[in-house]
């Protein structure tokens, strides 16, 4: 069973059955009001059926007492230390070095991250041994995200970036950056896609830029289509404590979907394959003159050879196929344990 805030109809067609918590809107209630559904729902289920449970880092510590009454193996599931730059985020991180703290304590039989260095900076402030930190590094569904169609390069340049639409995330630089573009006599085209700090003055410059497009968050089905007409990806997070250990989901997306990828060069965005044609990371510094000078370098040929090289590279790399076995072998794991 799958437990979290998401609406009970966006799970009917999938192989499980789901359960929806209620949570607040309020920031800084969030996790506390799903966690008080969570524990609603166990009180009112009492069940012995459960082998094991996967929990959020951001709930463990509200949810352990009823938790351990259930005597079956716990799993942490941390998907990315406190990213918020805010009072919030930086609230969290107390939350998230006391869900750790039940890992060193085997009081929760492992935990997972998202990539090698996520699995380093936990060692770093606890006494965990490595097989206890399974890495789940973030994959895309390569069915749904998939190449299509798409304008030719040499009339028109879509770029695109979806996510957090924060500042701390480097977002303000990709509309400098296409109105260099612009100004450079390049036909560029930028959307920007999600929710955040900076969504609303986006908005506002959009109304103003007619080569701006920002869009909120939408479904994962019309994000893939969307992608597939665009040529270009953006990874503008700069390198920070979060974002250096980082498995960014919308790198794969933006492979899968065969475009290429442009971005800041730091180990959070690098991929097994090092700096390929197809994907290019600058230093921040340079990253609008070298990322100009690398678009203005592309012609129809060059990335349509390069975009199925981007595809190829996520058919066998950024499927969810690494991600379940290595889920399968902690939850195998935890099972030995009891």
């Given at each position: 069973m799958l437990m979290n805030p998401d609406k009970e109809h966006i799970h009917e067609t999938f192989p499980w059955s789901h359960h929806s918590l209620n949570q607040s809107t309020k920031r800084g209630f969030q996790a506390s009001s799903v966690s008080k559904?969570?524990?609603?729902?166990?009180?009112?289920?009492?069940?012995?059926?459960?082998?094991?449970?996967?929990?959020?880092?951001?709930?463990?510590?509200?949810?352990?007492?009823?938790?351990?009454?259930?005597?079956?193996?716990?799993?942490?599931?941390?998907?990315?230390?406190?990213?918020?730059?805010?009072?919030?985020?930086?609230?969290?991180?107390?939350?998230?070095?006391?869900?750790?703290?039940?890992?060193?304590?085997?009081?929760?039989?492992?935990?997972?991250?998202?990539?090698?260095?996520?699995?380093?900076?936990?060692?770093?402030?606890?006494?965990?041994?490595?097989?206890?930190?399974?890495?789940?590094?973030a994959g895309a569904d390569?069915?749904?995200?998939?190449?299509?169609?798409?304008?030719?390069?040499?009339?028109?340049?879509?770029?695109?970036?979806?996510?957090?639409?924060?500042?701390?995330?480097?977002?303000?630089?990709?509309?400098?950056?296409?109105?260099?573009?612009?100004?450079?006599?390049?036909?560029?085209?930028l959307t920007l896609i999600g929710e955040g700090d900076v969504y609303e003055n986006l908005k506002q410059t959009s109304t103003q830029?007619?080569?701006?497009?920002?869009?909120?968050?939408?479904?994962?089905?019309?994000?893939a289509d969307l992608l597939a007409k665009q040529h270009i990806g953006f990874l503008p997070m700069p390198e920070s404590k979060v974002w250096s250990i980082a498995s960014p989901l919308k790198r794969s997306e933006y492979l899968s979907s065969g475009l290429l990828v442009l971005g800041l060069r730091h180990k959070g965005h690098i991929i097994e394959k090092g700096n390929p044609d197809w994907f290019h990371l600058l230093p921040q510094h340079d990253f609008h003159d070298l990322g100009i000078k690398w678009v203005k370098s592309l012609d129809a040929d060059k990335f349509n050879e390069r975009s199925k090289q981007a595809r190829a590279y996520a058919?066998?790399?950024?499927?969810?196929?690494?991600?379940?076995?290595?889920?399968?072998?902690?939850?195998?794991?935890?099972l030995k344990e009891v």
């Open positions: 559904s969570a524990l609603a729902w166990f009180k009112q289920n009492p069940t012995n059926s459960i082998d094991v449970i996967l929990v959020d880092w951001q709930l463990a510590r509200l949810l352990m007492p009823a938790l351990k009454k259930m005597n079956c193996p716990l799993i942490l599931m941390d998907r990315s230390p406190p990213a918020d730059a805010s009072l919030f985020g930086k609230l969290q991180w107390r939350e998230w070095k006391r869900a750790w703290k039940f890992v060193q304590n085997r009081e929760i039989s492992s935990g997972c991250v998202v990539s090698k260095a996520h699995r380093e900076f936990v060692q770093e402030k606890y006494s965990i041994p490595s097989e206890t930190i399974h890495v789940l590094p390569t069915d749904l995200f998939r190449p299509q169609e798409k304008p030719s390069i040499n009339e028109e340049i879509g770029l695109v970036y979806h996510g957090r639409l924060d500042k701390h995330r480097g977002i303000l630089s990709l509309p400098m950056f296409a109105q260099k573009l612009q100004s450079a006599g390049i036909n560029a085209r830029k007619p080569w701006l497009r920002v869009l909120p968050r939408m479904h994962q089905h019309d994000l058919s066998n790399h950024c499927g969810w196929k690494t991600s379940i076995g290595e889920l399968n072998e902690a939850i195998h794991r935890a």
